[in-house]
């Protein structure tokens, strides 16, 4: 693990990109991350103190469903056993879209709401689920302002751990994702886009599901702050002067969350 954080340390720091206007892709819009917690409670304490504040929307329920945002990503922790993470996107058209990915073979499971879908849900190859909703009903959903994370930084991907990056950036690529930057040193790497979301993908690195990354160049001032509110990281990296320039941080839920020094 801690020669994959140096890894993506120096290729991240050195990859600098903008995105460009949101532009919708073939599935529509991102909205938000969707995760799946036994502990509603502790996975919500979890997140606040890293930096998420909670956001009312019509879908919270008491005890079962809760939002949040860091001024950059918004996730919703739902307590039930259900597949997780979730990239859930919001699309105009669900029936369209459900034919059209039927055309490039993406198999699809869809709930039925009276002539047309609810809800499509499908996974990429490497087992990321994406869930699509109607983009009426996203809208419900707080958009976040641009704000970095108080206590985290900058973050700049989710990122995913694959054992064959170009089938996987194969597939994104036909959702309408394009390639911001990708390079085979020091190991194969691929950042796609949508223009409002980052998908990273990290050859044969040992990334559990799909993690998200941060970037600041203050990073030792905030891991140690992190640590000072009782935060315990999963793995650190320590620079000659002993202090910590990058750590993970894991949350009650199983999200990982990969704290790096620099400028992406």
């Known amino acids: 693990m801690k020669r994959f954080m140096i890894a993506v340390a120096l290729v991240l720091t050195a990859t600098t990109f903008l995105l460009r206007a949101a532009e919708p892709s073939l599935i529509g819009t991102f909205s938000r991350v969707?995760?799946?917690t036994s502990d509603l409670s502790a996975s919500m304490a979890w997140y606040v103190r890293m930096g998420f504040l909670p956001v009312k929307t019509p879908m919270d329920r008491a005890d079962s469903v809760v939002t949040l945002s860091d001024g950059q990503?918004?996730?919703?922790?739902v307590n039930a056993a259900v597949p997780s993470p979730v990239l859930v996107f919001g699309s105009q058209n669900i029936k369209g879209l459900y034919d059209t990915l039927a055309n490039i073979d993406v198999k699809v499971n869809a709930d039925v709401r009276g002539p047309t879908y609810r809800e499509l849900r499908f996974t990429s190859p490497d087992g990321i689920y994406l869930l699509v909703r109607p983009i009426e009903e996203e809208k419900s959903i707080p958009r976040p302002n641009g704000t970095p994370n108080v206590m985290c930084g900058r973050h700049t991907e989710l990122s995913l751990?694959?054992?064959?990056?170009?089938?996987e950036r194969t597939w994104w690529q036909d959702l309408g994702f394009s390639i911001k930057n990708e390079d085979t040193t020091p190991y194969h790497f691929c950042l796609l886009t949508d223009g409002s979301v980052v998908v990273g993908l990290h050859d044969e690195r040992d990334i559990p599901q799909l993690s998200f990354t941060y970037f600041a160049t203050d990073m030792r001032e905030r891991i140690a702050t992190l640590k000072r509110l009782g935060m315990t990281p999963v793995e650190e990296i320590q620079a000659e002067d002993g202090k910590v320039d990058h750590a993970f941080f894991r949350s009650p839920d199983g999200t990982m969350f990969m704290l790096f020094t620099g400028n992406q």
């Not at 990503?73 to 922790?77: A, E, F, R």
């Open 161 to 167: 751990g694959t054992m064959r990056v170009k089938r």
């Open 73 to 77: 990503t918004v996730i919703t922790l």
């Open 34 to 36: 969707q995760i799946a």
